[in-house]
């Protein structure tokens, strides 16, 4: 079996149920059902979401499984509070007959969510699912789609962002997934293995053994596709690994030590810092030409560099100005602009998917912290605070961020995401210990 299903592959059929039971008119027309994302406090959405209805008894598991895994999806979001199916008044058993409205009212439902999953008669499963404006009876979304029996959770995923979208007007980010580094053992001979697992922590894959140090994973944009550093016999090499064949490549050998790889935005180019001496600078490497150019040359140590969505600009590490802060340059070389300014030291910057903030750790105080600001270094704001967080990476949506966070002494790191606002802040549930995490584009 491939590990990888496109969404093309999925929606064989993904025909629009939208207006197989519309009623009234099929303008936009929301009651309360209509999550408002500010900067300050969101209420969350009450919304039902019961079990998925089933074609027979023995797809009652998945149905089940379907609409707990959307209902986990939204309310780790925080933008949306899943009710207890204990107090629903209704029980769904077709999802053809509208719904009584005033049932799912009288809970304080603004949103219901239906669907039934049917096994076809070539094995596959049919997923069908509706979207209810309770306050107006309205059908605001409805899709269904065909699969092999194991892709069930990411058709929950795919669901729970056309919910997401339906309802917040933002794309959603439930069918993607992360990358990170696994990591077993005591403290002084911890194992590190390159893993794989979708966002919410599910399916986890280990894509090496570890018998070699792994460090500083990055999803390509474009592809499924992943650059890493190995620390192998000899100096560290930057790799390529292909998520779905399993191959992988040397992206090249360098003079000295490689760090910090990643991706352009259209996925061509490789930028990394190259140690030459008591010094690192910047350089670009073509994937398909593999001819490198060097984008800085200072006796400063200039890293992890990361690229503006739209590829015209990085921003990156340096301690040219004596400890480590934020500079934002052309993506072709040229004049850096330093754009952190506050108490401490700033590393890891990360831009954001949308191109409104830059992410960073920020260090000072006996605290590390993660934090966000403007590319122009306006607006700083720290997201959350304690003895070592480190390594933000955006959620394809540029809403949430994930980061890990090592307690020290002889325990080991865990994920966690926080929104960009500071809220919500949740564990991510990993086999063992887990750092260094990297979000996935929305799988395509």
């Known amino acids: 079996m491939s590990f990888d299903l496109n969404r093309r592959q999925l929606m064989i059929s993904a025909a629009t149920a939208a207006g197989a039971l519309a009623l009234g008119p099929t303008r936009d027309a929301f009651g309360q059902a209509r ?29 089940v499984g379907v609409s707990q895994v959307i209902t986990n999806n ?59 404006d309770v306050a107006t009876g309205q059908q605001l979304a409805g899709q269904q789609y065909f699969t092999s029996p194991e892709y069930w959770r990411r058709i929950a995923h ?26 077993s053992g005591p403290a002084d001979r911890r194992v590190k293995r390159l893993a794989l697992m979708d966002q919410d922590g599910a399916n986890v894959r280990y894509l ?77 490497m073509d994937l398909r030409s593999k001819a490198t150019t060097r984008l800085t040359d200072t006796p400063a140590i200039d890293t992890s560099p990361s690229y503006a969505p739209d590829g015209s600009r990085i921003c990156f590490e340096s301690d040219r100005g004596g400890k480590p802060q934020i500079y934002i340059m052309p993506a072709s070389g040229g004049q850096a602009q330093r ?35 403007k590319p122009d270094g306006s607006g700083e704001r720290i997201l959350t605070s304690g003895f070592h967080n480190e390594g933000p990476t955006f959620a394809p949506n540029g809403r949430v961020l994930m980061f890990f966070r090592d307690p020290g ?10 929104d960009v606002s500071g809220r919500n802040e949740l564990r991510v549930p990993t086999p063992g210990y887990a750092s260094d995490p990297a979000w996935s584009p929305l799988l395509s």
Do not use: C, H
């Open 339 to 373: 754009i952190s300014f506050g108490d401490g030291s700033y590393s890891t910057p990360v831009w954001s998917p949308r191109g409104d903030y830059i992410a960073f750790t920020k260090q000072g105080g006996g605290q590390f912290a993660i934090g966000i600001m």
């Open 208 to 284: 090496t053994r570890g018998s070699d140090l792994v460090l500083t994973p990055r999803f390509s944009p474009t592809t499924q596709e992943i650059t890493y550093m190995e620390f192998g016999q000899g100096e560290p090499r930057v790799y390529l690994f292909n998520v779905e064949t399993g191959q992988r490549e040397i992206v090249g050998n360098f003079p000295g030590m490689s760090f910090a790889p990643r991706f352009s935005p259209d996925g061509q180019r490789i930028i990394m810092s190259l140690q030459q001496g008591g010094n690192s600078n910047l350089f670009v």
């Open 74 to 132: 939204l309310k780790r979001s925080g933008l949306f509070a899943p009710i207890d199916q204990a107090a629903y008044l209704e029980k769904i058993t077709n999802i053809d007959v509208p719904p009584q409205f005033k049932s799912w009212a009288s809970i304080n439902a603004q949103a219901l969510v239906t669907g039934r999953m049917t096994r076809q008669g070539d094995g596959r499963l049919k997923a069908e699912f509706r979207l209810w």
């Open 35 to 63: 999550v408002q994302i500010t900067e300050g406090n969101v209420a969350p959405l009450p919304i039902a979401i019961p079990n998925f209805v089933a074609g027979t008894p023995s797809d009652n598991e998945v149905g």
């Open 409 to 418: 002494g002889n325990a080991g790191p865990s994920l966690f995401t926080v």
């Open 158 to 183: 795919i669901i729970s962002d056309q919910i997401y979208e339906r309802l917040t007007g933002e794309k959603g980010y439930f069918d993607s997934r992360v990358v990170f580094i696994d990591e």
